[in-house]
């Protein structure tokens, strides 16, 4: 079955750090861009970061930069967004997707939940 | 990297037509032929609806359709059914490896 499915989310302090991941199955995940996009509760889409197939080429929307990293890896068909010095405002659903067409996303996981809160 | 603008609501009844704007600048919507359009139900992950402004991805219904003049990007439901109830948002490529989503739209089916 063609899928992502995300992990790893959590309540988190301000200024902590958290890992999420994303595992994919049912396509060929290493010639595949991958994107991270969030959506606080209640609120609207946010892309935030993406990478190429061979994880050389990266984007990173300017409210993390800095501060997260997107990373991938090939032999395991994952994809990870390491989170530093987070903040109240990075509290959101974080899905990972495929952008499968150009420019634009055709699979979305599910969603992982990040809180960050004292 | 502003999110691109839309209306916050749009409704309609059964059958009727239904179409959402999405403002951008010259350096998003205006530069690129590569806005999308997602429809997200409540609790659920988005789903692709448009692509490059004016394609299908199969399986969605031909009652969608994109278009693009200048800065502004839309998306037109024709033939509203109850299942069209959901949040719209559009989406362009901004350049440099950045994307940026629209506000969002509520879409009722009276």
């Known amino acids: 079955e063609v899928q992502l499915v995300e992990s790893g989310g959590g309540l988190v302090q301000p200024g902590g750090s958290l890992r999420i991941s994303c595992a994919a199955s049912?396509?060929?995940?290493?010639?595949?861009?991958m994107h991270w996009v969030r959506q606080a509760p209640g609120q609207g889409l946010v892309w935030v970061t993406q990478?190429?197939?061979?994880?050389?080429?990266?984007g990173y929307a300017d409210s993390v930069k800095g501060r997260f990293t997107i990373s991938r890896d090939n032999a395991k068909n994952t994809l990870y967004l390491q989170m530093n010095s987070l903040r109240a405002e990075d509290t959101a659903l974080y899905y990972c997707?495929?952008?499968?067409?150009?420019?634009?996303?055709?699979?979305w996981g599910q969603g992982t939940l990040v809180t960050v809160s004292s | 990297q502003s999110a691109l603008t839309q209306p916050p609501s749009a409704s309609g009844s059964p059958g009727q037509s239904v179409t959402i704007s999405c403002t951008g600048t010259?350096?998003?919507?205006?530069?690129?032929?590569?806005v999308s359009w997602y429809q997200q139900h409540p609790g659920k992950a988005p789903k692709l609806m448009i692509y490059?402004?004016?394609k299908r991805p199969s399986g969605v219904p031909d009652r969608f359709s994109g278009s693009k003049s200048g800065n502004t990007a839309s998306l037109t439901v024709s033939g509203l059914q109850a299942e069209d109830d959901a949040d719209y948002y559009c989406?362009?490529?901004?350049?440099?490896?950045?994307?940026?989503f629209g506000t969002g739209t509520k879409v009722t089916v009276l």
């Open positions: 989406s362009s490529y901004a350049g440099s490896s950045i994307y940026v």
């Open positions: 010259s350096s998003d919507v205006g530069a690129f032929d590569s």
């Open positions: 997707a495929r952008g499968g067409y150009k420019f634009a996303w055709d699979l």
């Open positions: 490059e402004v004016t």
């Open positions: 049912g396509f060929t995940f290493s010639t595949s861009w």
């Open positions: 990478m190429d197939g061979g994880g050389s080429g990266t």
